[in-house]
C-alpha cells in the first residue's frame, strides 16, 4: 500500500516576517499559497496576473484592495476572489494578517510573484 500524499503546516501567528511561504511548507504544486502580514501604512506592490486569479482572505485587521481603482474594505474572516487581469493594489489600514492564494490551472508562480 502507497502511504498518503500528506503535508501539514503551522500558521505562525506571531512571526515579525511579511511573508511566510506556506506553498513551499506544505509542497504545495498546483497553486500559490502564502500569509502575508502588512503593518498599518506598508502597502503590498501594485500587481496585475494576465491568466492567475487569487484569494485574499483576512485573518486580522482589516485591509483595503484597490482594484482597476475602486477600493474594496475586508475586514476579519472576510474572503474576496480576484480574476485574472485587474491591476490589484493591497493597502492595510490597520495591522493585516491575512492569506493569499494565487492560481491558474497547471501553472504555479513561484512565492511572492
Do not use: W
Not at 511579511?18 to 506553498?23: I, S, V
Not at 486569479?53 to 485587521?61: A, D, H, S, Y
Request: glycine share 12%; net charge neutral; with cysteine.
Amino acid at each position: 500500500m502507497t502511504s498518503p500524499d500528506i503535508a501539514f503546516s503551522t500558521i505562525v501567528r506571531d512571526n515579525r516576517e511579511r511573508f511566510q511561504p506556506l506553498r513551499r511548507e506544505l509542497g504545495v504544486s498546483s497553486f500559490g499559497m502564502n500569509l502575508i502580514v502588512l503593518q498599518p501604512g506598508q502597502r503590498g506592490r501594485i500587481h496585475a496576473h494576465e491568466h492567475q486569479e487569487e484569494v485574499f482572505l483576512v485573518l486580522e485587521g482589516r485591509l483595503t484592495l484597490l482594484v482597476e481603482g475602486v477600493e474594496h474594505v475586508l475586514g476579519p474572516d472576510r474572503l474576496v476572489r480576484i480574476g485574472p487581469c485587474p491591476t490589484t493594489y493591497p493597502r492595510p489600514d490597520l495591522r493585516f494578517k491575512g492569506g493569499l492564494v494565487g492560481a491558474r490551472a497547471g501553472v504555479v508562480a513561484a512565492d511572492g510573484d
